[in-house]
């Protein structure tokens, strides 16, 4: 909301409740008030989520996803965050994370699991009850969302387009992490997106591209390549050594 004040500060103009639906040349369509209106964009960001529709105006195949939901449920013991990996889970994992007195209780699966994860949840959050650690009867809220987990697309910059975040699969594979890549690469795609709009030179945005790539492209490599390997091993007994060995752990 912060950022959001200051951009409406310097000038920006904020449309809520508006649907980028299609892009003709420089214009973008966008659906506002029950109306459509054509919007001239010498730069289009694409920070648009997984499921990125700017990504499809690129070009890029759909990606690979999976789902996480999360409770926020009351706390009885455990101050540190803890993992839970099984291969019911496949590449993903259970994790409980400590807020003060309540904590966020949640699971991630491949998509096409997406039907049974509510189970997996309830099995999970009654497994972390009868350890004594939450009282899964007190659940304060629930969230959920697609956790793009295949990399970064073909490409992440086209003509006057680039993706940022979860649409440019800036998300760590393995992990599902990706707020701290959102917010990097989020101010390097302001910036070359700023000098490449001010200069009229869509061609700045390669700059952009080196410069995300050069700081997670091996880092992004790594983790999907551990991620398909515990993928394809789920009913391996090797499943827990792969396991270890891709998330560090002695």
């Known amino acids: 909301s912060h950022l959001r004040a200051q951009a409406i500060e310097y000038g920006a103009k904020l449309l809520t409740n508006a649907r980028a639906i299609n892009r003709r040349g420089k214009d973008v369509l966008v659906e506002f008030a ?38 926020s449920i009351k706390l009885l013991s455990g101050l540190s965050p803890e993992l839970y990996f099984s291969p019911v889970y496949g590449s993903g994992y259970g994790w409980m994370f400590p807020k ?16 049974r994860l509510k189970g997996k949840l309830d099995a999970f959050c009654e497994q972390l009850a009868r350890n004594g650690k939450i009282d899964k009867e007190r659940v304060y809220s629930a969230t959920g969302g697609l956790i793009p987990v295949g990399g970064p697309p073909r490409r992440t910059v086209y003509k006057n387009m680039l993706l ?28 070359w997106a700023a000098k490449a709009a ?31 390997e515990i993928e394809n091993n789920r009913t391996s007994p090797h499943f827990y050594t792969l396991i270890k060995k891709a998330w560090g752990f002695r």
Not at 171 to 186: D, E, K, M, W, Y
Not at 202 to 218: F, G, I, Q, V
């Open 34 to 71: 029950g109306k459509i209106f054509h919007i001239r964009a010498k730069i289009i960001v694409g920070a648009d989520g997984p499921r990125s529709r700017v990504a499809c105006w690129m070009g890029n195949e759909p990606p690979e996803l999976y789902v996480g939901v999360q409770r």
């Open 100 to 115: 003060g007195d309540r904590a966020n209780v949640g699971v991630s699966v491949p998509i096409v699991e997406s039907r």
């Open 198 to 228: 001010l200069q009229n030179n869509p061609a700045l945005l390669r700059h952009y591209d080196d410069e995300w790539k050069s700081l997670y492209s091996d880092s992004l490599s790594r983790a999907l390549k551990f991620r398909r």
């Open 164 to 191: 940022v975040g979860d649409a440019g699969g800036q998300t760590n594979p393995l992990t599902g992490s990706g707020i701290a890549p959102a917010v990097i690469c989020g101010r390097m795609a302001g910036k």
